[in-house]
């Protein structure tokens, strides 16, 4: 048995055992955004200490950028003040900061590896939880809170201690319009929302090895949805693809240097596990939340859960989730009807997302009443779908096409859900009140699945619009 | 606040419950109060949503009923503090006045947050959550300690066990919470660390 990647990188990293029995463990890459970082710059200012590897560290903003008018000053003054906040530490600290005015500004999850910044065999560290996003790199990424991203910044490490790793293996091939969403809720409906506490979650099997990056950090990104802080997929030839020539990237001269070490870091055949859950990927059909978290979920020809047929554990908050959604036991989910329908996210708005999206409303139109946007999860990915003719593609058919950020997926922006409205969304969170309305609710779905409620202006099977392909 | 380097050992007072099982940071504190440069004031909008309704007007939820103004040690159930990295929940608790938290099980990063803070997040069984419930909803006033030393919980004559990660107790009671200081006095070790990371050389070396 040999040691699997968390346990190597790790090692690699760690640079002692404090006095508490907690790893020193060191950041490779610190990623910061405005919304969880100005009290950490404030707390430096105060204990006098300066930013150890400013290098380490790069910024953009996301959280309160609003999508349709991003001049400046921006009409909310408290987006405007976090944003001068950001401004002003990264120029005194001398960190990196991708702007509005930049070319790379967007969903840090986004940007971090459009760059190339995120690579294999890294411990990365950001305020979002949403951080395990660039596991899929065979990176370990932790979501951290902002008393740790003061420790990043004044010593570049964090206090940690080391996670278990259960191995989630999923084979086979993924039928038509079943994406990597649809794999990762329903390991997350198997598995639980909590079923990942205290553990790294490693993917792994032919489904995995057979998407593309995008889709691989689509389930990375929602580990943590499961409780799983981290987690992540060893990285092989489509990883190394993926990063060869960006902005970060190895250079060419010690590219094929750096892919030794990120193949020394990968998991064996023989890797040991603390856990192991299989899944098989031919069963998957589009799934989609009935509730209020992300693992009530089912498959979208299934019906609602029966209170009486939920073990103890799991009927207290689904019986609060049928009173929030006001739906009813045993309902099917397939024909639920929409008011929003949101394209966005550091789950699903890379540009296959986009593509997928757009190839489903091509030549057809949002249904009327249906409030329908995209938002590109970075200014890169708008430029590329730009390049592509998809802006046009969604605006024929009744989408508004918007700038880049997290927009509705935590409403800290203009992008809202009003009183009780439905959205079909594909960002990765349904909790009470989380797109901005106490009383809004959330179904979360695949980029293909919102395009196609949008255009019924319902719950929609898309495999019954398209003739889709399992891209 | 609790004060930097302040060993962290029994924390008593009374409690104030919250029922529900995967109750998440947004519920919390939304994420509209998050567009804040400093965390001072989070206090008022602890739970807000379920605490006032839209026109502002007050909800009946334990946060609002005056028994529990001055609680110290807030009692929940299942993986309370779940989903957003927010710091801003545990800030809003603590703020608020909540020095403690008791609970069948906490979401990791929130668990994170709290010890950051000097705040023991303290797991006890399921019965004894619902104990420790009852009494606390019989009796606001009952005092309530949350012994991390000892892993124990005790009001009035119950004294449950309770767990908490070896290494989150020895940062509490030895006051080493604050990580700060205890990274940066390794500065020789985190060099020597970087020496041997070929990306921090640009795999050059």
């Known amino acids: 048995m040999s040691k699997n990647l968390l346990n190597k990188v790790w090692d690699l990293h760690t640079v002692d055992q404090l006095s508490t029995g907690q790893d020193q463990l060191f950041i490779g890459l610190h990623l910061i955004h405005e919304v969880t970082s100005p009290q950490a710059f404030q707390m430096l200012e105060e204990r006098g200490l300066q930013v150890l590897y400013p290098e380490r560290t790069l910024a953009t903003v996301d959280h309160i950028v609003p999508t349709a008018d991003q001049s400046r000053p921006f009409d909310d003054p408290l987006a405007e003040e976090m944003m001068r906040a950001l401004e002003q530490n990264t120029r005194k600290h001398g960190i990196t900061f991708y702007h509005l005015g930049t070319e790379h500004q967007g969903i840090v999850h986004i940007v971090g590896p459009e760059l190339g910044a995120t690579q294999p065999g890294m411990t990365i560290a950001c305020g979002d939880s949403h951080t395990s996003t660039h596991g899929a790199f065979g990176s370990i990424a932790f979501g951290i809170g902002t008393s740790q991203i003061r420790d990043v910044l004044a010593t570049q490490c964090m206090a940690v201690t080391r996670p278990e790793v259960r191995r989630v293996q999923v084979d086979g091939l993924l039928g038509p319009g079943v994406y990597a969403k649809d794999i990762i809720l329903r390991i997350i409906a198997d598995l639980g929302v909590k079923g990942g506490i205290g553990y790294a979650y490693e993917f792994g099997g032919s489904t995995i090895d057979a998407l593309s990056m995008e889709g691989r950090m689509t389930i990375c990104n929602m580990s943590i949805e499961g409780g799983a802080r981290v987690g992540y997929v060893n990285p092989d030839a489509t990883t190394y693809d993926y990063i060869k020539g960006r902005e970060y990237a190895p250079k060419a001269a010690v590219f094929e240097t750096a892919v030794q070490y990120w193949q020394s870091v990968a998991s064996g055949p023989d890797a040991e596990y603390d856990d192991r859950y299989e899944l098989d990927a031919t069963t998957l059909e589009p799934m989609v939340t009935w509730g209020i978290n992300p693992g009530q979920a089912i498959g979208v020809s299934q019906t609602m859960p029966r209170l009486a047929s939920l073990p103890d554990s799991l009927r207290d908050v689904a019986k609060s989730a049928y009173e929030h959604m006001g739906f009813a036991e045993a309902a099917p989910i397939e024909g639920t009807p929409i008011d929003v329908a949101f394209i966005g996210s550091c789950t699903n708005a890379r540009l296959s997302d986009l593509r997928e999206a757009a190839r489903v409303v091509e030549g057809r139109s949002v249904a009327s009443g249906v409030r329908a946007f995209v938002v590109p999860g970075s200014k890169q990915v708008a430029r590329q779908a730009e390049a592509e003719g998809l802006p046009q593609v969604f605006e024929r058919a009744g989408f508004q096409w918007r700038g880049a950020g997290c927009s509705m997926c935590l409403a800290m922006n203009p992008d809202k859900l009003n009183g009780r409205e439905i959205c079909a969304s594909s960002s990765n969170r349904n909790f009470i009140g989380r797109q901005g309305s106490p009383t809004g609710r959330t179904l979360l779905m695949s980029p293909a699945m919102v395009a196609a409620a949008a255009l019924n202006g319902r719950v929609t099977d898309v495999r019954s619009i398209t003739p889709a392909s399992a891209a | ?205």
């Open chain 2, 1 to 205: 606040m609790v004060k930097q380097g302040e060993k962290v050992r029994v924390v008593s007072g009374t409690a104030v419950v919250v029922r529900g099982n995967e109750i998440d940071t947004d519920r919390i504190i939304p994420a509209r109060y998050l567009k804040v440069v400093t965390f001072d004031g989070l206090g008022e909008f602890a739970f807000r949503d379920v605490r006032f309704a839209q026109d502002g007007s007050q909800l009946d939820h334990p946060f609002n009923r005056p028994e529990h103004q001055g609680a110290r040690v807030l009692i929940v159930n299942k993986n309370f503090g779940c989903g957003s990295s927010r710091e801003h929940a545990p800030q809003a608790l603590l703020r608020w006045g909540i020095h403690a938290i008791v609970g069948e099980s906490f979401a990791e990063i929130f668990a994170g947050n709290c010890n950051a803070l000097g705040v023991p997040a303290v797991r006890v069984s399921e019965a004894d959550v619902e104990r420790l419930m009852s009494i606390v909803e019989a009796d606001p006033s009952m005092t309530v300690d949350v012994d991390v030393d000892a892993r124990e919980v005790r009001a009035g004559g119950l004294r449950v066990s309770a767990s908490i990660a070896d290494e989150i107790r020895e940062s509490l009671v030895t006051g080493v919470w604050d990580s700060t200081a205890a990274l940066l006095a390794n500065r020789e070790r985190i060099a020597e660390t970087v020496s041997n990371l070929p990306y921090m050389s640009g795999f050059s070396a």
